[in-house]
């Protein structure tokens, strides 16, 4: 095992090396420039990245310092060779650092500035370094604080939102990604673990990059603060993983969730999305996502429902299993089977702790009825991620985006339509959210269909034009809907 203060060295090191290169390959284009400060300039670099995340949630432990000391003493040696973690406390080298992080660097600026320019790809190459050195930060400490991985992910957005455009940025381009988007079926990813016995195998799909889940997750209308718990617990993930490939003890903590909020808020497509990141990092192998309900989980005889629990327990092994509207299981009484149902999944999970991940979803008053059920479930099921309603802005988005990708679009008198709508429905118990929007898109097309039918060669604009008349009255419920109760909110 590789000392934490050595790893420090050896991500540093790393990040000057590649770093300078880039510098120098810079200044070799630019007239006039001198690169032979390059490796002290990234150096520099490395070390305001280094102490500002450190500073960030102002602890300043003993572990980060002497990883401090011992990655930058020969670079900084009249005041860390010989210093101590008090000796830095004391010192002014530390003091308001984390401001650093407010905005990207100059040196980053000037990278991605020469890579429009010169066709060079050196803001990547700082990309990945700094994300590995922020990591390694991170890692120091068996459990981090939320603060330094929220910093580590304004980190990372501020630099790919800069680098956007660019042909070397991580983040995928539009229409570029491997997936299908949102909404799609990621069973397709571990195609065996829903095979018939008996079916060959088929080859898994290779994982997706990080980044590419992650602008998945950002382009989602809404949903910030479920956007930023997501972002965390990838965070935190990446931290784990890098201490375990270095053999450094971690925090355990269970990796099962509770998504409260309506129906239509994203749930299911954020769980999907999850199941992928959790591939990606190796916390499952598959990544599949199965979903389930009460109904796929509790017979009416005694016995059956442990063979159906454990049925779809061996369908999401390897991947995440959601259980939509989890309560109904603690509802019914002593004798309902639900309870056996709970008591079931409450050994499942702990028997595949390393292969399973569980997420249970409903109502948020509701499921403190599900935690309640079983005294094993609050300590597996320690987070909730709260799913808030859309607001009007955001279902009009969503709307639009369903209408883009089926390609019609509302005029004038449309959109001030649906947006009335919208505004017109009340926020109650069981409001359609996302669903909503997509049976007021798939109502108006049925009944721009029945307008434009009667129209002799209708136009291009006019096949692909929704207007006023096609949009449901205020207070008129979407009359021609194909979409199903379980249908993703988001398009």
């Known amino acids: 095992m590789v000392s934490q203060p050595r790893q420090m060295q050896n991500a540093v090191e790393a990040f000057i090396a590649e770093v300078a290169v880039a ?17 002290q300039d990234a150096a520099t670099e ?47 080298l530390l003091v308001d650092k984390a401001a650093w992080l407010n905005r990207p660097s100059d040196m980053f600026e000037v990278f991605v500035a020469a890579d429009k320019r010169f066709g060079t790809s050196h803001s990547r190459t700082y990309y990945d370094r700094a994300l590995h050195l922020a ?61 018939e016995p008996g079916e060959p195998d088929e080859p898994a799909k290779p ?23 997501v972002r965390l617990v990838t965070a935190l993930l990446q931290v784990q993983k890098l201490r375990d490939e270095r053999g450094l003890p971690t925090n355990p903590q269970s990796r099962h969730l509770v998504f409260t909020g309506n129906p239509g808020t994203g749930k299911t497509t954020v769980a999907r999305l999850l199941a992928e990141i959790y591939r990606s990092l190796g916390v499952v192998e598959k990544g599949q996502l ?13 016995g059956q429902t442990a063979l159906k629990v454990m049925e779809v327990a061996d369908r999401a092994t390897g991947g995440v299993l959601l259980i939509d509207e989890a309560y109904a299981l603690a509802r019914g009484g002593e004798n309902d089977f639900g309870r056996e149902a709970i008591d079931t999944l409450v050994k499942v999970i702990e028997d595949r702790r390393d292969e399973l991940v569980v997420i249970a979803a409903g109502y948020p008053d509701e499921m403190a009825d599900f935690i309640a059920a079983n005294p094993g479930l609050a300590s597996r099921f320690p987070k909730t991620v709260f799913f808030p309603d859309y607001s009007n802005d955001d279902l009009w988005k969503i709307f ?45 097309v049925a009944r721009q269909a029945t307008r434009v039918v009667q129209i002799e060669n209708p136009t291009d604009e006019q096949l692909t034009t929704l207007a006023a008349a096609d949009i449901a009255e205020i207070g008129e419920g979407p009359r021609h809907s194909n979409t199903d109760d379980k249908t993703e909110s988001q398009p």
Request: charged fraction near 30%; avoid cysteine.
């Open 23 to 39: 510098l120098r390959d810079l200044m070799d284009q630019l007239p006039g420039q001198d690169g032979r400060l390059a490796r």
């Open 46 to 92: 490395a070390f305001n990245l280094v102490t500002a995340l450190i500073d960030v949630d102002r602890t300043h432990t003993d572990d980060e310092l002497w990883g401090v000391i011992f990655a930058f003493g020969r670079w900084i040696p009249d005041q860390l060779s010989r210093a101590k973690p008090d000796d830095l406390r004391r010192s002014s």
């Open 400 to 444: 639009t985006s369903i209408g883009n990708k089926a390609g019609y679009k509302p005029d004038d008198e449309a959109e001030a339509k649906v947006k009335a709508w919208f505004e017109s429905v009340p926020r109650d118990k069981g409001f359609g959210n996302g669903r909503l929007a997509r049976n007021l898109f798939e109502d108006a």
């Open 207 to 229: 994982a997706r990059p990080i980044e590419e889940l992650l602008a998945e997750l950002d382009d989602l209308v809404g949903l910030e603060s479920v956007k930023s718990e």
């Open 135 to 195: 990591f390694t930060v991170a890692a120091l400490e068996a459990a981090p604080s939320r603060s330094e991985l929220h910093a580590i992910e304004a980190m990372r957005s501020q630099l790919l939102n800069a680098m956007d455009g660019l042909p070397s940025s991580p983040r995928p381009q539009p229409g570029a990604t491997s997936g299908s988007g949102p909404a799609q079926d990621t069973s397709s990813l571990a195609p065996n673990a829903s095979k």
């Open 290 to 302: 199965v979903e389930t309900d009460r109904s796929g989980m509790v017979s009416g005889f005694v």
